[in-house]
């Protein structure tokens, strides 16, 4: 990865306000039918990504249960099979939607929030109404693939974690 992808990368937010996200990204999607469909290819998406491991790595016999300990297996998991950063777009771009949309689901079930999207799928993001406050989990996918460890999966969970349980 040359510098300059290197930093559109690193630039890639995790959390924003939602004011930030729509200054960003756009306007959510408001009709009900788009965010029926969006939410559809979300929970597709995260069927495909558990079958892909399940499939893949049985042998290491991963529980994608939607917990806190299996954003730890998958942290795991991308230490030993990607020590290098993943340069493939193609390969990439797959791995970003699908690992997103377990991790998106995964803080859901866990967290609550909602499924935001905008035009581009890669923005689709967990909006807590609360704090009005937006998580970005394919672009925490995309950054923990191409920068490595210190952009971890379970380190982002127990961050978010933490700024919605904040005083």
Excluded: C
Excluded at 33 to 51: G, N, P, S, W
Excluded at 89 to 104: H, K, P, Q, S
Excluded at 133 to 140: I, Q, S
């Amino acid at each position: 990865m040359n510098q300059t992808d290197k930093n559109r990368v690193e630039q890639l937010p995790d959390l924003l306000m939602r004011t930030e996200a729509t200054a960003l990204y756009g306007q959510p999607a408001i009709a009900a039918a788009q965010t029926l469909a969006f939410e559809r290819e979300m929970a597709e998406l995260t069927d495909k990504m558990i079958l892909e491991v399940m499939a893949l790595f049985e042998d290491l016999e991963i529980e994608l249960d939607f917990s806190e300990e299996s954003l730890d297996e998958l942290d795991l998991l991308i230490d030993q099979q990607w020590p290098a950063p993943l340069e493939e777009d193609e390969v990439l771009d797959a791995i970003v939607a699908n690992w997103g949309a377990y991790l998106g689901q995964m803080i859901i079930e866990n967290l609550g929030g909602s499924w935001t999207f905008r035009q581009d799928l890669d923005h689709a993001s967990v909006h807590f109404s609360r704090m009005d406050l937006e998580a970005f989990p394919l672009h925490l996918v995309r950054r923990r693939f191409q920068l490595g460890r210190g952009e971890s999966l379970s380190g982002f969970y127990q961050a978010l974690v933490d700024r919605l349980t904040a005083d």
